[in-house]
């Protein structure tokens, strides 16, 4: 049987998400638990051996006393060996009395599986008469220019087992850190300490880029649901293979259940608006958190035709924000209505009206004039 490790980081239970309406944000808090008692229900049906918490399972290190009790709940129910659980920089460890720390532990005392790596030193565990060594490095604040692997090289390792390193940081050409803030890594230097894998968070797009393979120095788990729109996948976690000490296969899971998907579009007539209700059809409206942000210039006739597309996307999903300017579309009235005919405006603002191929210098032309009037 291979030994078989499901990984997972950058979970942030507690994130408050205050940018949303109320319902949204219950929405959003909940799925980071639900999420969460997914991804150990699938480690738990494909037998995992351990489940592995590569940093920042909380927000902050204030995160509520229910929080915290719920989320051990949850990991308490992992059938496999043990949970592994190292803090990031988000709920880094600063000494014994750190607070969500003391809490946690507090919280997990009486359940053996569930073990917090907050000491730099090897953790090993003997699988079927194999032996595996897990290398935590905790993060020790929010931030720190050094990576946290750096007792590594000074311990002795056992060539004979599965070696696997658990970091927290930026790793170089994968995320964005030029000021070096975020325990910065890079791939030859993790590659020289000379471990199996690397187990890696702090970075919330997965790596590798394939959903699945059998070869990769490292594993970036991603967060496991999304947390923003800048989040474009849905949710991302990895099952890992090992047999004889080596990495035999990897599978991307996905445990998130919601999506956030953000919708920019200029609505220029009645093309553009049954192009916006096809891209919204197209979405499953229980699962979507969707930002629409709307521009452009429309007919009165066109803009009632919008307004009642967007009650209707507004009814249809859960969770929707809207950010809407749409200027009213120059046309013949609106010209004769504001300017004498015969009148430099007017023979202006005619002829650029019917220049198809520039829409928008009409609209841009009465704009101005308005301005230039007051």
């Known amino acids: 049987m291979p030994i078989r490790i499901v990984h997972t980081a950058d979970n942030h239970i507690g994130m408050p998400f205050r940018q949303h309406d109320d319902e949204t944000r219950i929405r959003l808090i909940e799925e980071r638990f639900t999420a969460l008692e997914r991804l150990i229900c699938e480690a738990n049906e494909n037998y995992a051996d351990f489940f592995v918490i590569s940093g920042d399972l909380f927000d902050s290190s204030r995160v509520k006393n229910s929080s915290i009790e719920r989320t051990v709940d949850v990991l308490r129910h992992f059938t496999g060996n043990s949970v592994l659980v190292l803090p990031g920089n988000h709920d880094f460890f600063s000494g014994e009395d750190t607070e969500v720390w003391k809490r946690f532990r507090k919280a997990s005392s009486e359940f053996s599986n569930i073990e917090l790596l907050v000491t730099t030193a090897t953790v090993s565990f003997d699988i079927d008469g194999e032996t595996v060594q897990f290398f935590p490095c905790p993060c020790p604040s929010k931030t720190g220019k050094e990576p946290v692997t750096g007792w590594i090289p000074s311990v002795e390792q056992n060539l004979e087992a599965l070696r696997i390193g658990i970091a927290h940081g930026n790793v170089e050409g994968l995320g964005l850190d030029a000021d070096d803030r975020y325990f910065t890594m890079t791939m030859p230097d993790l590659e020289s300490l000379g471990l199996t894998t690397w187990l890696l968070g702090h970075i919330h797009v997965p790596f590798p880029t394939?959903?699945?393979?059998?070869?990769?120095?490292?594993?970036?788990?991603?967060?496991?649901?999304?947390?923003?729109?800048?989040?474009?996948?849905?949710?991302?976690?990895?099952?890992?293979?090992?047999?004889?000490?080596?990495?035999?296969?990897?599978?991307?899971?996905?445990?998130?259940?919601?999506?956030?998907?953000?919708?920019?579009?200029?609505?220029?007539?009645?093309?553009?608006?049954?192009?916006?209700?096809?891209?919204?059809?197209?979405?499953?409206?229980?699962?979507?958190?969707?930002?629409?942000?709307?521009?452009?210039?429309?007919?009165?006739?066109?803009?009632?035709?919008?307004?009642?597309?967007?009650?209707?996307?507004?009814?249809?999903?859960?969770?929707?924000?809207?950010?809407v300017n749409i200027k009213k579309k120059i046309d013949e009235d609106i010209i004769g209505s504001h300017y004498p005919q015969g009148t430099l405006a007017e023979q202006l603002l005619s002829k650029l009206l019917a220049d198809q191929d520039h829409p928008n210098d009409v609209t841009l032309a009465h704009d101005l004039i308005k301005e230039i009037s007051k």
């Open 210 to 323: 394939t959903p699945s393979g059998c070869d990769s120095p490292i594993f970036m788990a991603g967060t496991h649901t999304p947390d923003s729109v800048r989040c474009r996948h849905v949710g991302s976690a990895w099952l890992l293979d090992f047999e004889e000490s080596q990495l035999k296969q990897y599978t991307q899971l996905h445990p998130g259940r919601l999506q956030f998907i953000r919708i920019e579009q200029n609505l220029h007539g009645g093309h553009d608006i049954s192009k916006l209700e096809h891209a919204c059809d197209n979405l499953d409206p229980d699962r979507v958190i969707l930002d629409l942000k709307l521009s452009g210039q429309l007919s009165s006739d066109e803009q009632n035709i919008l307004n009642q597309l967007l009650q209707k996307i507004e009814d249809s999903f859960q969770s929707c924000s809207l950010s």
